[in-house]
């Protein structure tokens, strides 16, 4: 199966990872910033990667990478959000 991200896939708020690996992270936002305003947040530790980034940007850098929307790796996420 071929995945592949595009900007319209970009949202503040949605997890992915990695083929292999895993840790967690999800698409962060800095709402000041205008267009250049997205980043990836580790869910593990906090930690941002990188400077900020448009939504082709980081769509460009997930494929790169090979990471999956959580969505379709995994949906325990899911029922671990409902809980709470």
């Known amino acids: 199966m071929r995945v592949g991200w595009e900007e319209q896939d970009i949202k503040p708020g949605r997890r992915f990872k ?15 910033k205008g267009d250049n305003q997205f980043t990836v947040v580790s869910l593990s530790d906090g930690m ?15 494929n790169k990478n090979m990471d ?3 969505e ?9 959000t409902e809980n709470q």
């Open 18 to 32: 990695g083929r292999s690996g895993s840790e967690v992270w999800m698409i962060g936002y800095i709402s000041s």
């Open 48 to 62: 941002v990667n990188g400077k900020l980034k448009t939504r082709g940007d980081v769509a460009e850098f997930l």
């Open 68 to 70: 999956l929307p959580l």
């Open 72 to 80: 379709l790796v995994d949906d325990s996420w899911r029922k671990e």
